[in-house]
């Protein structure tokens, strides 16, 4: 089984229909419009994000978060991972009534119970959710900047990428930025190409949630390639959203041999019917991706880590030469 690593998971996106519905008994909500048949009930990206808000607002105690963390990251460590790096989104903490600081200082501990028992080494990504708007988004940099929990490591921005105008939230990028946090952005999934070179004109972040939309546009491919900017991708994720119709149609072997870097994601697996395990399975079936090629876009997600250079050094050596 190769060595993994994963860049890209909301964290709130982990959490799987049976853990749901158990939340949902637990604080008497009614999951039906929501889950049917052991399963997430949407159909396009808009419906995804209200069952993902559904699910979100069923994580209200520390525990709960706590608890979410370390199982996903524990079923991470049994299909292979080494290293994960989870979104959280401190508004859907305030929907469910948590402050940002303790669901942050939670989700922390239980990344290191997952550590404690898996080897697993985690960090967190603050994300504000474009959809929210300007203020929210520039409030969630801000907390990231000043939370002082040190697995928090970056900053990025998820949400509707249809809404707003991504000039708009520079801002909030700078405050992370200047707090030292790794820069990353969705761009290139909702919408096209321009997304994508507006947030390397704009945010310029050392990494791109998706981006696999710069396909559209052979000259972009060329900068993203040039500028070194790692994708995060989510082919599972992209299949079920219709951003692509399937595995053969998708962009990644081709960004790949452009000289784009690339790495394998699940983003809110349960909801896409996928697992890291199962991109890095779908990569091999049909990208044709040999066991060397699958550890060398492990060894791309390393480099890409928002982590300290010791603990990076030491998941390298891990992987070997
Ligand atoms: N939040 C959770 N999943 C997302 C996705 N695929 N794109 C943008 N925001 C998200
Ligand atoms: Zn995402």
Redesign the pocket.
Known sequence: MPLKAELHC?IE?AAAPDLVLRQASKYGADPTPFIRDGAFVWHDFTSFLAV?DFSAGLFCSEEDYALLADHYLTSLARDGAIYSEIFISPDHAAQAGLSAKAYADALGEGIARARNRTGIEGRMIVVGLRHAGVEAVEKAARFAARCGNALVTGFGM????RVGDLEDYVRAFEIAREAGLGITV?AG?LMGWESVAAALDHVRPARI?HGVRAIENPDLVRRVAGSGVVLEC?PG?NIA?DVFPDFASHPFPELKRAGCKVTLNS??PPYFRTSLKREYDAAAEHFGMDAAALAAVTRTAIEAAFVDRKTKAALLARLGR
């Open positions: 909301h996106g993902y998820a949400g509707d990428e969705h999934e949630g989510c994720s959203l983003d809110d």
